[in-house]
């Protein structure tokens, strides 16, 4: 009967601990992606940024050069 009881409790606890490392896993993954996402976005309105004033500079010496 105490036997019985105790491999109950351990495939119990191994069961909770399989759903917590999956639970775990799940969150980091979903973590780890909203990571990349907005470092990626962070790059590309970064690098639009970077092209967008380097545009801004050339119109603006082509404009002087051409006067």
Wanted: hydrophobic share 50%; with cysteine; charged share 5%.
């Amino acid at each position: 009967m105490m036997f019985h009881f105790w491999s109950q409790l351990v495939n119990h606890s191994v069961c909770l601990h399989h759903f917590v490392i999956l639970f775990l896993s799940i969150c980091y993954l979903i973590i780890f992606k909203f990571l990349i996402f907005c470092s990626t976005w962070f790059k590309l309105t970064q690098s639009g940024y970077i092209f967008s004033r380097l545009q801004t500079v050339v119109l603006s010496i082509s404009h002087r050069k051409s006067l």
